[in-house]
């Protein structure tokens, strides 16, 4: 019976020191792995195109750059809202972290 109850506690102890760094480390405000991937550029300009497209009028004539999750929109809209729809949009795809507004607004004669 001793012996079992050696074993018990010796294989609990064991747990507890392979656990404790881990909760240590986490409590000390060291970083741990984040539960999503980071988001790539080229997903977020997919994104962003498509959802301009099937949005915003004349957003056939924004170029959509990104680059470290920095956005950058250029080219030319045909309307004030057509441009602020575009950059509102922008803003609401996940991963974009700063939208950069270069558009022109140039109507369609």
Not at 10 to 26: F, H
Not at 36 to 53: A, E, F, M
Not at 95 to 104: A, H, N, P, S
């Amino acid at each position: 019976m001793l012996k079992t109850i050696c074993r018990w506690s010796l294989a609990i102890s064991s747990s507890t020191m392979l656990i404790a760094p881990a909760l240590s480390a986490r409590a000390e405000g060291q970083p741990t792995q984040t539960a999503q991937p980071p988001v790539k550029d080229d997903w977020i300009t997919s994104q962003v195109k498509q959802r301009l497209g099937s949005v915003v009028a004349g957003a056939k004539d924004i170029d959509v750059h990104t680059k470290d999750d920095v956005v950058t929109l250029s080219g030319s809209a045909p309307t004030e809202t057509a441009r602020a729809q575009a950059v509102q949009i922008t803003h609401e795809v996940p991963g974009v972290l700063q939208v950069k507004d270069e558009i022109k607004v140039h109507p369609a004669q």
